[in-house]
């Protein structure tokens, strides 16, 4: 392969693309095509999808750009200094290995992970750097330091509940971001989330448990993503709230953070360390 493969013909960081057809991939394409500071090197979809074998820009309605939708996922990730991923859990454990193989950045927005995905992205981890968040906006990133400091000033007396709403077609619950904000409000609590957590309510469930932090999840519509952290207390709550109306806001942190992994080492980051939060 040429530098000029390798770099992309601009010198810019060539960024491969997953699940090019889906929401987030077509939002990416979009702005990658656009983009002055990074360049679309390729884009994955799953064996058996229609746009596979198609050129991108025509499957997503427009001209051509001169880059064929690829199911081949050694061949693709080859080209790239850096993986933009928001597929599913499966797909982004076995791009997390040939992403590593590769000695690309891999940056993962996949939300709804398991412990074993989680060991195996760790793994992967150690021969090149993986940037990770179940949210890439500045906004849910600043809103989990203000629900650690929150949770922090405020007693066990305050209840502590989030809330997200998502579109229809939303299959994880609950949400990536509810799952920071609850992790933000435990540690500020000085505890862990898996130890605070209360699954879905239903029925006689006897009353809220003391310290407890619950989960509510609503799907419907076109719902890009809404996020509050409620602090109830005896006569007075507080309300962090986060919403998100356009999803440009994820994928322009996602092409900031493959930027960003360009000079790291191997190793695990989210988007505090993206945005210089943990300075
Ligand atoms: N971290 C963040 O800021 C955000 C995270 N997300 C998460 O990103 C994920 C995707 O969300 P959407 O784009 O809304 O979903 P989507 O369903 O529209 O897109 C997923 C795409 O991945 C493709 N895919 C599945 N398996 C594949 C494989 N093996 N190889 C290549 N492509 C494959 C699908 O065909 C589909 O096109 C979800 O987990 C969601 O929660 C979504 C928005 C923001
Ligand atoms: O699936 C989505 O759409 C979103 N997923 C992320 C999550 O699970 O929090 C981020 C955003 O809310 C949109």
Known sequence: MSDTE????????????????GRMGQMLIRLLLESTQARLVGVLERSGHDWVGRDIGEAMGGAPVGIVVSDDAVETIARAQAVIDFTSPAATVAFAELTAQARAVHVIGTT???AGDLARLSAAARHAPIIRAGNMSLGVNLLVGLTRKVAAALGEDWDIEVVESHHRHKVD??????????????????ARLDDLRTAA?????GARPEGSIGFSAIRGGDVVGEHD????????????????????????GAIR?????QDKGPGEYDMSDVLGLND
Not at 6 to 21: E, K, N, W
Not at 173 to 190: D, F, I, Q
């Open 201 to 205: 309510r239903e029925g006689i469930t």
């Open 173 to 190: 619950a609950p949400s990536g971001t509810a799952l920071m904000l609850g992790e933000a409000a435990a540690e500020g609590r000085g």
């Open 112 to 114: 709804g992970m398991e």
């Open 6 to 21: 390798q770099t992309g013909s601009a010198g810019l960081p060539g960024i491969v693309v997953t699940g090019g057809s």
């Open 229 to 252: 952290v409620i602090f109830a207390a005896d006569g007075e709550r507080l309300v962090l709230r986060h919403l998100a109306t356009d999803r440009a806001i994820f994928a322009r």
């Open 257 to 261: 953070a493959a930027l960003w992994g």
